[in-house]
C-alpha cells in the first residue's frame, strides 16, 4: 500500500500565537481559509487539547461540487500552543498530521510547517490507484497556506 508523506512549508508575516489560533479556529469549524477543498467538524472536544478530536471532510471536487468525500477523524495526541499539534487519524486515512509553528525574523514571523503522513484506506486507497493523491494533497494544502496568509492578513 502507498502511503502519502509529505511537508509543506509557509512563512507567514505573524506571530506564533496568531497562527496558532487561526488553525485551532479552522479545525474548530469556526472559519473556512481550508476552502475550498477541506471542511472541519470538531468534536465534544475541541482539537486545541490531547484527546480532542475533529471530522475532516476532503471535498474533492470542492465544497458544495460533485465529486467523492473522503473523511476521517483525527484525535490530538500533542499540542503545545503557539508550538505544535499532532493528530492521529483514522477514516480514510490513517495516519498523522503535525502542525509545527516556529518563530521567525525575531518572532515577527512564524514559519509553519504542516507534515501529513498517512496510508489511504477504503475509497482513498482506490482513487490513490487512480490519481496521485499526494500531489492532490500538497497542491490543496499550499492553497489552503495561501489562503491562511490572507486571512491572517484580514485580522491585522
Given at each position: 500500500m502507498h502511503a502519502i508523506h509529505h511537508t509543506d512549508r509557509a512563512?507567514?508575516?505573524h506571530p506564533t500565537h496568531a497562527v496558532w489560533e487561526a488553525i485551532v479556529n479552522e479545525l474548530n469549524g469556526r472559519t473556512t481559509w481550508w476552502?475550498?477543498?477541506?471542511?472541519?467538524?470538531?468534536?465534544?472536544t475541541g482539537p486545541q487539547q490531547e484527546g480532542g478530536t475533529t471530522t475532516t471532510t476532503i471535498h474533492t471536487g470542492g465544497v458544495g461540487k460533485p465529486g467523492p468525500k473522503l473523511r476521517f477523524t483525527s484525535?490530538?495526541?500533542?499540542?503545545?500552543?503557539?508550538?505544535?499539534?499532532?493528530q492521529s487519524h483514522t477514516g480514510h486515512?490513517?495516519?498523522?498530521t503535525t502542525y509545527q509553528l516556529t518563530p521567525h525574523n525575531d518572532g515577527a514571523q512564524t514559519l509553519l510547517t504542516v507534515t501529513f503522513a498517512t496510508t489511504p484506506h477504503g475509497l482513498?486507497?482506490?482513487?490513490?490507484?487512480?490519481?496521485n493523491l499526494t500531489a492532490k494533497h500538497t497542491t490543496a494544502t499550499q492553497r489552503a497556506l495561501s489562503n491562511l496568509r490572507h486571512h491572517l492578513d484580514s485580522q491585522k
Open positions: 512563512i507567514l508575516d476552502h475550498p477543498h477541506n471542511t472541519h467538524q470538531p468534536g465534544p484525535t490530538t495526541t500533542h499540542a503545545t500552543p503557539d508550538a505544535r499539534l499532532t486515512f490513517h495516519g498523522t482513498a486507497k482506490f482513487l490513490h490507484k487512480l490519481t
